[in-house]
């Protein structure tokens, strides 16, 4: 019943710009904590960006921190990733993920999304 569903990932050029949405539904969207993972081959999964439930607290991992803005709309049940300036260390399976706290783990999961840069 819970579901998250991530989509606008794709092939991009070192430089380029990507947005990424998911879309939630199953559960109250505007009381959880909701973030972005990626994940690549070989590496540790990386929390990459959260927002709090009302949208008035955001964190970044210090790898994109100034080049991507996560934003929800509590109306649509959605949460975007905007990505600029991609570089290749960049590439990952991202994923949409939802935690009850601040604090909490992540509690739901979405399918992921593959974000690719490269010339």
């Known amino acids: 019943q819970v579901q998250l569903v991530e989509s606008g990932g794709g092939l991009v050029q070192p430089g380029g710009s990507l947005r990424l949405s998911c879309a939630a539904s199953g559960f109250i969207f505007s009381s959880y904590v909701m973030r972005w993972y990626r994940q690549t081959p070989g590496k540790e999964r990386e929390l990459v960006a959260s927002?709090?439930?009302?949208?008035?607290?955001?964190s970044y991992a210090q790898s994109v921190k100034g080049r991507f803005t996560i934003s929800r709309d509590n109306t649509k049940n959605t949460v975007y990733l905007q990505m600029n300036r991609l570089t290749p260390e960049d590439t990952a399976v991202y994923y949409c993920a939802a935690a009850p706290l601040w604090y909490s783990a992540s509690g739901y999961w979405g399918q992921g999304t593959q974000v690719t840069v490269s010339s």
């Open positions: 927002i709090s439930n009302s949208g008035g607290r955001t």
